[in-house]
């Protein structure tokens, strides 16, 4: 059973309503104890939570969260020295940008930009 079909039962459940007739249930049924509707509703709040994580992945580029070869830190680094943009170095590599980047800068070849300084100033007396 997928995640939204599940969440279509859950949330008529949660309804009071019966998911298989679309009728609601009557007063004194399981489903419209306080106790049990409240649970239901968090049950829903997980679901949703877990098919947006789902969604997330799904729509991330196929190496994402994958280690990098050394042939590939070779080849990011001269897609550099060639000049193309983080984004056509991040598409030919099926990456993110971010990922792009963090690895340039791992490897040294990109300084992080740095927009405040680590520590203030001052140290607290």
């Known amino acids: 059973m997928e995640i939204e079909e599940a969440?279509?039962?859950v949330r008529a459940l949660a309804d009071g309503v019966d998911p298989h007739t679309g009728q609601v249930c009557p007063?004194?049924?399981m489903v419209r104890n306080p106790q049990v509707v409240i649970a239901l509703h968090r049950a829903i709040g997980a679901m949703e939570a877990l098919?947006?994580?789902e969604q997330a992945r799904q729509s991330q580029p196929a190496n994402a969260n994958r280690w990098w070869s050394k042939t590939e830190d070779q080849?990011?680094?001269e897609e550099l020295r060639q000049g193309l943009d983080f984004k056509e170095i991040a598409k030919k590599h099926h990456r993110?940008?971010?990922s792009i980047v963090a690895r340039l800068i791992k490897l040294g070849k990109i300084a992080p930009k740095s927009s405040a300084p680590l520590f203030a100033e001052k140290a607290a007396s």
Request: hydrophobic share 40%.
């Open 7 to 9: 969440l279509k039962i």
């Open 27 to 29: 007063g004194d049924a």
């Open 51 to 53: 098919a947006e994580r």
């Open 75 to 77: 080849q990011v680094c």
């Open 96 to 98: 993110t940008v971010p």
